[in-house]
């Protein structure tokens, strides 16, 4: 079958220009040079967010290819640009005699000289082909790359016009790179993380998520068509009301990080993460370790990022999903790694877990995973870091199922918050003990012990219905209020358990 090349003039035109020097390209090829040269598809994964292309590298560096739809593209965009070949070097003239004739038609036979170096000399048209208008050769058998990307592709959505770059190739990258998926991760103990996880919260009891609370957050739920509606109206209720420490960040490019791998991949853009205020790090330690810890160009945003949220709509998939969170969660692993390692004779590889990361979909599917990070297994080797999943919730089975997801999630943000505030802290006495002099605390940050002690009472109080409860729990707040089921702002500047805290701190000195 022949391929034919078609085009269309363009509309409120009735002549086309003719070109002044055959060398020049004339405004009509302009046009259709940048309409051959626009991605094959456009990916929309990511609503606004421009289209992703792996560079070839990215492919040659895979020790094997798996059968994917990115693959396919790739394939089909290498057999459809000619190779560039070096000049070749000019030989000697010699007498052509009459012994010469039948190797001279050998050589016509073969293409003739290579002309491609000379100026103005076309190039095949096929070049810059697009895939629907394509034929394939008829010395090819079985499906080539036009065909095959005409069929399904199991990381496409409905919503979707093209497959996220989150894919089996991305998985693969991560793992030759020691970046391990669950299935391939060492376990670590998590005897403490599921004391903590399991730890009852008084803003979840009966007086506070009711039946009726339950049925609402099923309602938003079901009626969610997309990612941008769960994030709006279903993760506040898993979040609960919006606190002065910790901020979550939404929506964040990690541009500023360096590559976790070999800088081939797409820059982590977590939907939502936990991390510290910047001014509680000394700023020495801030710009020694920014490639590690500091996220964002935009340096207010929050640092240091231990515990992260994936979401997904009714038409993303779970896979993808769980590839994000361990991209996310291996840079939050590297994170507490080097804050913990911080002015260290030699890194600390103590095998826990210190990031957290957590995937929604849409349907009620809650799961939570732990990072840990450990030693190199070469001598010119990279750190491995794992991922384990340490719980599952369907939160739209039950009221019970929700209170214990929502426990479960709020417990591991705090509980990243003790690990991320105590290696800051510690980061910082290293650095004052190398200076010779005694680091004040930042302000509002406190002595992390100090921290774990005031949440634990105010969760107690709470508990006993106690109105001047002084607790510095996320969650917990004078009963009338519904943290479970509110997303209401909190501004910094009013009453908190920041300034108590600190002025605790502050008389106790």
Known sequence: ????????????????TKRKHPDEPSPQDDCKRQRINKPLLQDSYSGSEPSWQYPPIFWDRLSSIP????????????????????????LPARNIVATATGELARFARHG?????????????????????????????????ATELLSLPDPEMTPTSKSSSP????????????????????????????????NRPRPSLSHSFLSPDDFRVFKKYDSAAQDEADVLA??????????????????????????????????????????????????????DELAGQIIPSTNTSKPMAPNFYMEVKGPGGTQGVATRQACYVGAIGCRAMHSLQSYNEEQPVYDGKPYAFSTTYQSGGTLRLFAHHVTAPTTTEGLPEYHMTKVYGWDVTAS???????????????????????????????????????VLSAPHGSGDPASCILLQDAGDDQLQQHVDES??????????????????????????????????RLKSKA
């Not at 002309?115 to 048209?125: E, I, K, Q, S, T």
């Not at 030759?176 to 903590?196: C, G, K």
């Open 1 to 16: 079958m022949v391929a034919h090349w078609q085009t269309t003039q363009p509309k409120g035109r009735s002549h086309i």
């Open 67 to 90: 059968l994917i739809r990115r693959a396919l593209e790739e394939l089909q965009r290498r057999i459809y640009t000619p190779p560039s070949f070096p000049s070749r070097p000019t």
């Open 112 to 144: 003739g000289p290579d002309l491609r170096d000379l100026r103005g000399y076309p190039h095949p048209a096929r070049r810059h082909r697009p895939a629907g208008t394509m034929g394939s050769p008829s010395q090819h058998r079985g499906l080539n």
């Open 166 to 197: 989150y894919d089996l190739a991305f998985q693969q990258h991560l793992a030759e790179h020691q970046i391990y998926p669950t299935d391939a991760s060492q376990e670590p103990e998590l005897a403490e993380i599921m004391a903590a996880l």
């Open 233 to 286: 109206n279903v993760i506040p209720h898993i979040i609960g009301q919006k606190e002065a420490d910790p901020l979550p960040a939404r929506n964040t490019v990690f541009n500023n990080l360096k590559p976790l791998t070999d800088g081939t991949i797409k820059s982590a853009k977590p939907d939502i993460y936990f991390g510290a205020y910047p001014g509680e790090l000394h700023k020495s330690i801030r």
């Open 399 to 437: 009221l019970e199922n929700l209170r214990s997801g929502v426990a479960g999630f709020r417990n591991a943000r705090d509980l990243a918050k003790q690990y991320r505030d105590r290696f800051i802290q510690e980061a910082n006495t290293r650095r004052s003990q190398a200076h010779g002099h």
């Open 470 to 503: 002084e607790g510095t729990s996320q969650d917990p707040v004078p009963p009338g209020d519904d943290p479970s089921l509110s997303f209401t702002p909190c501004s910094p500047s009013s009453s908190s358990p920041l300034p108590r805290r600190s002025e």
